[in-house]
């Protein structure tokens, strides 16, 4: 029996749909047999993310309406065999789906796969409550901004509140300038205004708009220190107590010096 | 002399502590908030046990969140018609 994992925040835009092919895609390389579900019913994203817009034929709301079978839906990975992907319905809305035929649909797919992943929709309404509903652990992302943290804080009030289990912090797109300067919250701020347990750190990278550029999740390439900070969470995710990441500065002289010689924190 | 001090060496004026304290002040807020219904329900409930002890007048009864300054408080502003005697006593 598989784990299902949500990846959910409250607020758009913060990196759940990066993290759930970041994450997937690592979970994958290591050998284990991943699902992703796109639950962001209307807008579909996760399927260009991961290079896979090409290779769609049924979704979501297929398989959950019977008019298609699971097997027949879920999209195999170009470059993992055990990775496969169930793509949100786009031209249907959240209501084309209810939590109760999304628990039945995880418990299915929890039978066959290590580990399923939900990529839920921004907001508090069905779509979120569609995406938690099978969900054995949440993932709650937010970047370090008032706005997101005050979103996160809401998000995880809905998940205590539902007595799922206790929901894991991702803070993404941290930049170890700003938090240097003091113009931006760090991780103990985040920790310590949120309280909930910490489950990685993700820094702001250029890599991550290019990989997305060209579908491959950052987590594969060995050169960028958003795909470092992934795979440390993948590790994690399999139960491994992996030492936080060190934030780099790397605008300053030998922050580019280091870049250059292709050092590594 | 403490905000010379604070300003020259720049710690209060990081924008971090600003938005720390914002997100404290409205943190609080946001989760202390209960839904109409539950307020309702609070304002009965007061309503009851002080009744126990004077007459209150229930129509200007009023029952509601306050912010000040750097805390919140829940404030109620309980208009009293009389004591009642056995209260004194207790
Ligand atoms: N660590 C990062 N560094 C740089 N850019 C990032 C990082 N994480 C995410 N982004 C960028 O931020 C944007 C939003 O990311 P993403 O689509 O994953 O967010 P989301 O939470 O799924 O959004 P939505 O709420 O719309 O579903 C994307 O353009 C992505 O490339
Ligand atoms: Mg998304």
Do not use: C, W
């Amino acid at each position: 029996m598989g784990e299902a994992i949500v990846i959910t925040s409250g607020k758009g835009g913060v990196g759940k749909t990066t993290t759930t092919a970041n994450l997937g895609a690592g979970l994958a390389k290591d050998g284990h047999k991943v699902a992703l579900i796109d639950a962001d019913i209307g807008l579909r994203n996760l399927d260009v993310v991961m290079g896979l817009e090409n290779r769609i034929v049924y979704d979501l709301v297929d398989v959950v309406e019977g008019f298609a079978k699971l097997k027949h839906a879920l999209i195999k990975d170009k470059r993992f065999e055990n990775l496969y992907l169930l793509p949100a319905a786009q031209t249907r809305d959240k209501t084309a789906v209810s939590p109760e035929q999304m628990r039945d649909l995880v418990e299915q797919m929890k039978e066959e796969f290590d580990f399923v992943l939900i990529d839920s929709p921004a907001g508090i309404e069905q779509g979120f409550k569609n995406a938690v509903a099978g969900a054995d652990k949440a993932l709650v992302v937010a970047t370090p901004e008032v706005s997101s943290v005050r979103d996160a804080d809401r998000i995880i009030g809905l998940l205590e509140a539902q007595e799922k289990h206790k929901p894991f912090l991702i803070i993404n797109r941290i930049r170890a300038d700003m938090v240097k300067k003091g113009d931006m919250m760090d991780i103990d701020d985040m920790i310590e205004i949120l309280a909930i347990e910490l489950l990685g750190v993700v820094p702001e990278d250029e890599a991550i708009v290019v990989s997305t550029n060209r579908g491959e999740p950052a987590v594969l390439n060995s050169q960028s220190r958003a795909g470092e900070a992934y795979r440390n969470i993948v590790r994690r995710l399999q139960g491994e107590n992996v030492p936080m990441m060190k934030l780099e500065d790397e605008s300053g002289f030998f922050g580019r010096l280091r870049k250059l010689m292709g050092f590594k924190g | 002399m403490f905000d010379l001090f604070a300003k020259v060496f720049g710690r209060d004026d990081a924008s971090k502590e600003v938005a720390k304290e914002r997100l404290r002040l409205v943190l609080v807020h946001d989760r202390a908030s209960l839904s109409p219904q539950a307020m309702e329900n609070l304002k009965n409930d007061l309503l009851k046990v002080i009744s126990e002890y004077m007459d209150i007048d229930d129509q200007g009864f009023r029952v509601d969140f306050s912010r000040h300054d750097d805390a919140m408080a829940l404030v109620a502003n309980i208009p009293i018609r009389s004591v009642k005697r056995q209260s004194l006593s207790k």
